[in-house]
């Protein structure tokens, strides 16, 4: 049965690795073995403290709703963490506990964006953000991430993009799918060109910020004094701390905003689950050889991956400097992402995500997950070699 929904839901898109995920779900189904590449998922469990935690909080009652922008000693420990680690001094109020990261992008775009509205955002990125740009009836103006630039925004194409029309610029360091990153350089100058656009927003997508390697240095744009107050920070615990399936991330932002979002969150969600809330706590303030143990191990992927698919005739891949994909060139092949991608699967027996699945300019390539063993890494670099062969 077809029925009459609102013209709106047209706009909204679905992530393609879900799609791709359970697609080879279904070939292993049927006896096929698929090595999976395709989900950006920490293959580690949440550490043990972190679920105790959660645990003694359902037993001590921590299982009814909470005040809806979160209960204050996480928004302190926020609040905290931000200051420690991100070096950005922020009250409590200005932080919003919300369940996962994708609310804060929802949520800051319905509360900043109005119909013709445009939104700077990088090109090919998380597909989310220009799903949800349009949903809130902006224009989504890319900024391409091309491979010849290392993955990083092109500063003049930045400026030029820049119209009297433009309200928010979306960042997202480092990057997923290209695990490129903004050095604090990069950060600066961005800066500086919005300095004299005070009308502009950001929202930063700093998500993966702890998984960084060779010693980067990365600076939050909050850090800057003018653009503090016109800046969103959207973060959460799924990526560092191996907690997907927990459903807690915050947003943190100028008080006066935070109220803002704190009416879209009592309007959809209410709250954040109160143990999630605890766990929250315990993640940002215990012990944090965790991170440290599945950086370690990201970074030895990433070495080999690369290295390794290099080797590889047509295929070139720059070495990311964050996150944990890889997102090699594919474009001499004479085939489209899809279509490598979808033959990858069905033929070579791995699961990927083509680079169109994060906009049109991730054309010419695709998007490799090292969120599994390098084991499996291992196997799946043969099977791409062998698949790339037959092409």
């Known amino acids: 049965m077809e029925h009459n929904v609102a013209k709106r839901m047209s706009l909204l898109h679905t992530e393609s690795a879900f799609q791709i995920l359970a697609k080879a779900n279904a070939m292993e189904a049927e006896g096929r073995s698929i090595i999976h590449c395709e989900i950006g998922q920490p293959d580690f469990k949440t550490p043990r403290h972190i679920i105790e935690s ?48 994708k609310p804060v992008m929802f949520f800051t775009m319905l509360m900043l964006i109005d119909p013709g509205d445009e939104v700077l955002y990088p090109n090919p990125s998380f597909p989310i953000y220009e799903s949800c740009i349009r949903f809130a009836g902006g224009t989504p103006v890319p900024l ?64 993966y910020d702890r998984l960084v390697y060779d010693d980067v240095a990365i600076r939050s744009i909050a850090t800057y004094p003018w653009m503090k107050d016109r800046t969103v920070i959207l973060d959460g615990l799924s990526k560092t701390y191996a907690m997907t399936g927990w ?5 943190v ?43 370690a191990a990201f970074k030895e992927r990433r070495d080999y991956v690369v290295e390794a698919l290099n080797k590889i005739d047509g295929i070139e891949c720059r070495m990311p400097r964050g996150a944990f ?41 695709f998007r490799l997950s090292c969120a599994t063993s390098l084991e499996n890494l291992k196997e799946g670099v043969k099977r791409i070699e062998a698949f790339t062969k037959t092409l």
Not at 84 to 97: A, L, N, Q, W
Not at 165 to 183: A, F
Not at 344 to 362: C, I
């Open 54 to 101: 959660a645990y003694k909080a359902m037993l001590d009652g921590y299982t009814g709703y909470t005040a809806t922008p979160g209960l204050p000693q996480a928004r302190k420990a926020v609040a905290d963490y931000v200051k420690r680690h991100k070096g950005i001094d922020v009250p409590p109020e200005g932080v919003v506990i919300v369940p996962g990261g």
């Open 144 to 207: 391409p991430l091309l491979h010849e630039n290392n993955f990083r925004i092109d500063l003049e194409q930045l400026k030029n993009s820049i119209t009297p029309k433009t309200k928010l610029l979306l960042l997202n360091n480092p990057s997923n799918p290209t695990g490129g990153i903004l050095e604090e350089d990069d950060i600066r100058q961005i800066a500086e060109i919005l300095k004299e656009h005070p009308n502009i927003y950001v929202l930063s997508d700093e998500i």
């Open 247 to 251: 459903r807690v991330g915050y947003g």
């Open 325 to 365: 994909y890889v997102f090699p060139r594919i474009a001499s092949f004479g085939i489209d992402s899809k279509t490598f991608c979808d033959r990858l699967l069905t033929e070579g027996g791995v699961a990927a995500a083509w680079g169109t699945s994060f906009g049109a300019y991730g054309e010419g390539h």
């Open 253 to 295: 932002m100028d008080p006066a905003l935070a109220k803002h979002m704190e009416m879209l969150m009592v309007n959809s969600n209410s709250c954040t689950a109160a143990f999630s809330q605890i766990a929250l706590i315990e993640a940002l303030e215990g012990p944090q050889d965790s991170v440290d143990e599945m950086r």
